[in-house]
Structures are given as C-alpha cells and as structure tokens.
C-alpha cells in the first residue's frame, strides 16, 4: 500500500466517524430526546453539536483539493477549467438531492449548503493557501458582525425557533437562510471548507506537519473551551445566560467566532488522530471496515433520512424518546452501515449515490 492511498483511507476514516457524529445529533433530534437523559449522557451526547458536521465540511474543502491537485501542479488554465465545470456539477447534484430530501421533510439537510460550498470553493482552486485563510477570516467576521447586527430569528417560526423556517421557499428567505441564519449558512460556515482546501494542499504524509497540526488544533480548541466558560461566567449574571451564549458559547445555534475556531481544533485533532490510526493500523480488518463505511457517506447520510425517519415512524418513535434511545439506535443504523458498505463494496468501488454523482458531475 501507497502513503498516498494511506492518506485517502485516513481521510474515509475519518468521513465514517463523522458520519456516525451526525447520526448522534440527527436522531436526537428527530427522536424528540433532547434534555431527556442522565447528566452525563447529555453533556456527551452535546459533544458531537456541530463537531461532527464541521469535520464533514472541512474534509469536503480537502476532497476538493485533492482533487484539483494534477491541474493547479500543471499550472493548465484548461485543467483548471475542466476541473472546475466537474465541481460545478458535482455541486448542482448535491444541492438538488438536499433540496428533495428538505421537500421529504429534513429540514436539517446540509447537502444543499455543501453544493453552495463547492460552488465557492470551484472558484478558489488556483488559491494559494494564505489567500484562503484569509478568506476564511474575512467571512468569519463578517458573519460575526452581521448576527450582531441583524435579527438572528428573522424568518423562523417565533413559537418553534430554529425548527421551521416560515420564509424558506422564497427569494429573499431562501438567500437568508442559505447565507445567514439557516442551519448551515455558507457566512460562517464556508470557513471549515476553506480551511479544509488549506489543509488539502499541506503534505499530510509528512510526519512534522501532522505533529504541528495536531498540537496547534488542540491548543487552539483547549483554549477557546476554556475562554468561553470563562467568559460565560464573567458575563451571564450581567446580561444573562442566553445573551451571554449568543456572544461567547461555542454551541452551533448560531455559530460566532468562538465556535468557529472551537469546532475546527477539535475536527483537525480528530482527523489527524484518524491519519495516525489509519497509518499504523492499516492491515486491520477493523480499519477497513470503517474505511470502507467513510467511502459511501454520501449514501450514508440520505438514507438515514429516507430509510432512519421512516424506519423511527414504524416503530412511533418519532417523538419523546430517550437519549438511550437515541444514541443505541444511531450506533445500531452505523453498525448496519458497516455491514452494508462491506457488501457492497466487494462488487462496487463506490456507494450508489457516489456512482450517480460521478455518472452526471463527470
């Protein structure tokens, strides 16, 4: 085996913990089991709030520089344009499947944000990687004057905040939510794809720069953690505890400066974590199952709306379960998902959803 295929496999390694993250938080909530659990198993279960998706979008900015590597390396203004027409497609695809999964009824879907990603970031492949960290800067501030400025509920329903948004299906709602104050707004939420296009151009393989990734990404995590208690402490008897989280908590409703930069320590220790795993532990039949379940995440993730949500109705447990519950059925849908990618990839290279997004983003 290669250093690079290691470095791809480390990179599914990681897409498949990922995917269970979002598994984590997506049938807590469509379970209705939010809060209802012992202390511990809510503060574990908060964990994966927003860790799991920004890890998903920082290895979706990797993916794409990787993929553009033969034709920035050629320097070929037709490469670059080929290339760049194939992310264009890849990225309509994406957002028409999360557009027909929010018209089903998931209205947490990230995948049509991440084709608005991939749009953006079609643009930036010839880059250099400061010019993307600035970039990604630039709109974290942005977006963090603009919720500062601007009305952070506007287009929710004020009696389901953060549950239905009212306006979604016109112009100005859509563009709103799309860049602003929906679930996954490209202002701030382009920074972890950005950031994930810097990583992508970084030698991965070479041992230094995993080891000062690994301690700056902790550091930078352990310190805002510990910033933001710090000042949610300092501030809450002042101005309240939900004025004080607004400013300072590193929750991802709505995501400020503090859990930009939190949310991206942590997802770039977990990745390099997996680089490490995958290196040392590559002939191990677990690591290539869990390799393997990263390589159809894509599949993964719609149909644990298709399949999970109506699989949760059959058995009515759509509404007031446990976070028992919650987490054991989202640990029994990956093991199934283990099982499933195994199968399938003993005949196919790729899920059925990967095959028909490379058929049309070709």
């Known amino acids: 085996m290669t250093t690079r295929s290691k470095r791809i496999e480390g990179l599914d390694f990681a897409r498949a913990w990922a995917m269970l993250g979002m598994l984590i938080v997506n049938y807590k909530i469509l379970t209705g089991a939010e809060g209802n659990g012992p202390t511990w198993l809510i503060h574990f279960m908060d964990l994966f709030e927003g860790r799991a998706s920004a890890l998903f979008v920082i290895l979706a900015g990797i993916g794409i520089s990787l993929m553009t590597r033969t034709a920035r390396e050629a320097n070929s203004f037709i490469l670059l344009k080929e290339t760049r027409k194939t992310i264009w497609k890849r990225a309509l695809f994406l957002f028409i499947v999360g557009m027909i999964l929010y018209v089903i009824g998931w209205t947490g879907d990230i995948l049509h944000y991440y084709g608005l990603y991939l749009f953006i970031g079609s643009l930036l492949i010839a880059a250099k990687g400061k010019m993307l ?13 603009l919720q500062l400025t601007n009305n952070t509920l506007e287009g929710w329903d004020p009696g389901k905040p953060y549950m239905e948004y009212l306006d979604f299906w016109t112009f100005e709602g859509f563009f709103r939510n799309s860049m602003f104050n929906g679930y996954h707004p490209v202002l701030p939420w382009i920074c972890f794809f950005l950031l994930g296009m810097w990583i992508g151009k970084l030698n991965l393989n070479d041992g ?4 000062k990734i690994l301690v700056i990404s902790a550091m930078v995590a352990i310190l805002l953690e ?3 208690a710090l000042m949610l402490r300092i501030y809450t008897p002042s101005i309240g505890l939900e004025s004080a989280y607004f400013l300072f908590g590193t929750g991802p409703i709505l995501p400020n400066i503090f859990y930009v930069l939190s949310a991206s320590g ?4 977990i990745l390099v974590l997996c680089l490490y795993f995958t290196n040392k532990y590559a002939d191990y039949l677990f690591t290539d199952m869990i ?7 894509l599949t993964h993730y719609v149909s644990h709306v298709i399949i999970g949500i109506e699989l949760l109705d059959v058995l009515n447990r759509m509404d007031n379960q446990t976070l028992a519950f919650s987490l054991g ?18 005949k ?4 059925p959803i990967e095959i028909l997004m490379r058929k049309i983003g070709h």
Do not use: E, M
Request: charged content about 15%; overall charge positive; hydrophobic content about 55%.
């Open 348 to 351: 196919y290279s790729r899920g």
């Open 266 to 269: 942590t997802a770039l220790v």
């Open 329 to 346: 059925f989202s640990i029994a849908y990956f093991t199934i998902s283990i099982l499933f990618s195994v199968l399938w990839r003993r």
């Open 208 to 211: 230094k720069i995993r080891k």
């Open 291 to 297: 390799i393997k379940t990263g390589q159809l995440t």
């Open 133 to 145: 960290l600035w970039l990604s800067a630039a709109a974290l501030l942005i977006a963090q004057t």
């Open 226 to 228: 510990c910033l933001s």
